[in-house]
């Protein structure tokens, strides 16, 4: 099988950053998210870039310091969602409301925080950058506020500006995600805020994959699919497909969007899992999974986009249980683990994480 990882955003996207009086500032180094996919997998990997985390024998050691030489940031908080730039990723804590800059041997960086209401599973969920960042610099978020879950616009120099409001606000259910499929229209995932019958009402937005066109103070949205659970995650692949994932109270899903607007649902697990994060590629999802503490390869047809074959799991309980997912700038699939609130932590969690995909003709390391 064959592994051509998109990700949330192209692993070529760069960053700089510096903190300015609490507001984030950003130079204008940052390529288009829509530019090509790493190619990944056995004599398809860019040699000048690495498929396996380094393994240095000289690590130093003491608090915050994993051994493991995959491990790339520790002693975070419980993570949200990750987005690769430049050599690193950035990486949302779900109840601070911090987002930080996380690179391998660096400690990380904290490029901006946004009031959230963190309690239950709400708080910062996810985070997107502009395809347009380049030029005007701007990142969005997913949170949970007192009153309603949102997405909010981030810009240099000032505070968030509301963006899709409104999105109702549950004692669970309150996890979203967000992607963009074009330059200038954004998915946004919406749990049904622990009331499934919202998810299947038309007017309401919760339990919804919802398209924004043109993503501005005020924006409204249009329903793509309804019937959504417990969100997990949206990533797009190459080919403009999109990808879904949801946990029901009798499975979780992988659902897929195609080009068409047609829905079909690519796998389940009768077994509840816990699928998170994805990160899509033209010939499978890589999706993080909390309960099975894994991260799960979905092998789909390139043609028909199927998948017919039991996803595999590589990296099961090495890390704990896995969050948001995204492609990492290496070649490798990046995760944040959800330890601190969801399992058992250990003294480093929790912890940002690059895992190799599955090597050609062989399973995933051990």
Same mark, same amino acid.
């Given at each position: 099988?064959?592994?051509?990882?998109?990700?949330?955003? %192209?692993?070529?996207?760069?960053?700089? +950053?510096?903190?300015?009086?609490?507001?984030?500032?950003?130079?204008?180094?940052? +390529?288009?998210?829509?530019? *090509?996919?790493?190619?990944?997998?056995?004599?398809?990997?860019?040699?000048?870039?690495?498929?396996?985390?380094?393994? &240095?024998?000289?690590?130093?050691?003491?608090?915050?310091?994993?051994?493991?030489?995959?491990?790339?940031?520790?002693?975070?908080?419980?993570?949200?969602?990750?987005?690769?730039?430049?050599?690193?990723?950035?990486?949302? #804590?779900?109840?601070?409301?911090?987002?930080?800059?996380?690179?391998?041997?660096?400690? *990380?960086? #904290?490029?901006?925080?946004?009031?959230?209401?963190?309690?239950?599973?709400?708080?910062? +969920?996810?985070?997107?950058?502009?395809?347009?960042?380049?030029?005007?610099?701007?990142?969005?978020?997913?949170?949970?506020?007192?009153?309603?879950?949102?997405?909010?616009?981030?810009?240099?120099?000032?505070?968030?500006?509301?963006?899709?409001?409104?999105?109702?606000k549950g004692p669970t259910g309150n996890h979203g995600a967000i992607d963009f499929a074009t330059p200038?229209?954004?998915?946004?995932?919406?749990?049904?805020?622990?009331?499934?019958?919202?998810? &299947?009402?038309? &007017?309401?937005?919760?339990?919804?994959?919802?398209?924004?066109?043109?993503? +501005?103070?005020?924006?409204?949205?249009?329903? =793509?699919? &309804?019937?959504?659970?417990? %969100?997990?995650?949206?990533?797009?692949?190459?080919?403009?497909?999109?990808?879904?994932?949801?946990?029901?109270?009798?499975?979780?899903?992988?659902?897929?969007?195609?080009?068409?607007?047609?829905?079909?649902?690519?796998?389940?697990?009768?077994?509840?899992?816990?699928?998170?994060?994805?990160?899509?590629?033209?010939?499978?999802? =890589?999706?993080?999974?909390?309960?099975?503490?894994?991260?799960?390869? @979905? @092998? %789909?047809? #390139?043609?028909?986009?199927?998948?017919?074959? @039991?996803?595999?799991?590589?990296?099961?309980?090495?890390?704990?249980?896995?969050?948001?997912?995204? @492609?990492?700038?290496?070649?490798?699939?990046?995760?944040?683990?959800?330890?601190?609130?969801?399992?058992?932590?250990?003294?480093?969690?929790?912890?940002?994480?690059?895992?190799?995909?599955?090597?050609?003709?062989?399973?995933?390391?051990?």
């Amino acid at each position: 099988m064959r592994l051509v990882v998109v990700g949330r955003v %192209a692993a070529s996207l760069m960053l700089g +950053s510096v903190l300015v009086g609490g507001c984030a500032r950003f130079d204008d180094s940052a +390529s288009s998210p829509f530019t *090509p996919e790493p190619t990944l997998r056995g004599a398809n990997i860019d040699p000048k870039k690495p498929s396996q985390a380094p393994t &240095s024998t000289t690590r130093p050691s003491g608090p915050c310091i994993d051994p493991d030489p995959a491990v790339v940031a520790t002693c975070l908080d419980t993570t949200g969602g990750l987005v690769a730039v430049g050599d690193g990723a950035l990486v949302a #804590e779900r109840r601070t409301g911090r987002i930080l800059k996380v690179v391998p041997e660096m400690p *990380p960086v #904290e490029i901006t925080q946004i009031d959230v209401d963190g309690s239950g599973d709400g708080g910062l +969920s996810d985070i997107a950058l502009s395809p347009t960042f380049r030029e005007d610099g701007l990142m969005y978020a997913y949170i949970t506020t007192p009153s309603d879950n949102r997405v909010v616009r981030i810009a240099q120099g000032g505070p968030p500006k509301a963006i899709l409001t409104g999105i109702p606000k549950g004692p669970t259910g309150n996890h979203g995600a967000i992607d963009f499929a074009t330059p200038n229209q954004m998915l946004v995932l919406t749990g049904d805020a622990g009331d499934p019958g919202a998810a &299947s009402s038309a &007017s309401s937005l919760a339990g919804k994959l919802l398209r924004v066109n043109s993503p +501005s103070p005020g924006a409204t949205a249009e329903i =793509a699919v &309804s019937g959504i659970g417990i %969100a997990g995650d949206v990533c797009r692949d190459s080919r403009d497909s999109i990808w879904i994932t949801d946990r029901t109270p009798v499975e979780d899903r992988l659902q897929r969007l195609g080009s068409d607007g047609s829905v079909t649902t690519a796998w389940t697990w009768p077994d509840r899992p816990g699928v998170a994060g994805c990160a899509a590629a033209t010939d499978g999802v =890589a999706i993080a999974l909390t309960r099975t503490k894994a991260l799960a390869i @979905a @092998a %789909a047809d #390139e043609k028909t986009h199927a998948v017919t074959s @039991a996803p595999t799991l590589t990296a099961q309980d090495k890390y704990g249980q896995l969050g948001g997912a995204t @492609a990492g700038p290496d070649g490798s699939i990046w995760v944040g683990t959800v330890n601190k609130t969801d399992g058992q932590p250990g003294p480093n969690d929790d912890r940002v994480v690059r895992i190799p995909p599955p090597q050609a003709g062989g399973g995933g390391p051990d």
